[in-house]
């Protein structure tokens, strides 16, 4: 299966920055600025949150943020409608809950997704083994990589599972916490994030939740292929006046800079 995903993870596999951001945030048509500000200053790929009412794992500036978008009128009709009018070199991964991609159609939902040039999926809540039961084959059907979580809870067994189903890269979260949120402090994450290097994994991992600083971006980087980083940005779009501008003062914060 080869689709923009695929081509990066074999040009490079370290150093990787990934940003996560609501569609429908802050306006309705915001998307296409968002991500022609992310691909033009460098960013790899790019998270899509596709909005949802009752966000748990999310923190409270997501969950902020698909208040937002929903308020503003966005759903997954209109997100794949804004989506098949652009063409981005960038790798595009939708991320959400199950939920709405069940009211959508799950078919539908990978048939429209491929269609508007998503490389990849993330659905949290939807467990691998019901994933490799039920809708592996239609994902890699539609070639959309299907992306899986781990923690620090996540035990040895179920970790080489996910490896052997996943496809393209292994998002690990740093802390069992909620997204945003200050949770292992640097050394248990550094143990955590060493004992899964030392696993010597398929694929690559990409770390999430908490991410936000020079600190913990060069933790990322020193032990994975690198790091995905949302309510940080958030705060940065919120503060800024545009996309452009948030994503050069968030790119200044991960380097050290004023």
């Not at 039920?134 to 959309?144: A, E, I, N, T, V």
């Not at 949302?230 to 800079?257: S, Y």
């Amino acid at each position: 299966m080869r689709n923009a995903l695929t081509t990066l993870l074999e040009k490079k596999r370290e150093n990787l920055l990934s940003v996560f951001f609501t569609a429908g945030f802050p306006e309705l048509d915001s998307l296409g600025k968002t991500l022609r500000s992310l691909q033009e200053n460098g960013i790899d790929f790019a998270e899509i949150g596709m909005p949802f009412s009752d966000p748990l794992a999310d923190g409270p500036v997501i969950q902020q943020t698909n208040t937002v978008a929903i308020r503003n009128g966005m759903n997954l009709e209109l997100l794949f409608r804004q989506l098949e009018g652009m063409q981005m070199e960038m790798p595009l991964i939708l991320m959400g809950y199950l939920n709405p991609v069940l009211q959508f159609g799950v078919e539908s939902f990978c048939r429209r997704a491929a269609g508007a040039g998503v490389s990849g999926v993330i659905l949290p809540d939807l467990p691998p083994d019901v994933y490799e039961a039920q809708y592996r084959d239609l994902f890699l059907s539609y070639g959309l990589h299907f992306v899986f979580l781990i923690t620090p809870t996540t035990d040895e067994a179920r970790i080489r599972k996910i490896d052997a189903l996943s496809t393209a890269f292994i998002y690990a979260v740093s802390s069992s916490s909620i997204t945003g949120k200050q949770g292992a402090d640097e050394g248990r994450k550094r143990d955590y994030l060493l004992r899964l290097q030392k696993m010597d994994l398929v694929h690559p991992l990409m770390v999430g939740f908490g991410v936000q600083d020079k600190a913990s971006f060069a933790l990322a980087r020193e032990f994975t292929a690198g790091a995905i980083i949302g309510t940080a940005f958030l705060n940065a779009r919120m503060e800024a006046g545009d996309e452009d501008q948030a994503v050069k003062t968030l790119l200044r914060k991960l380097n050290g800079k004023p």
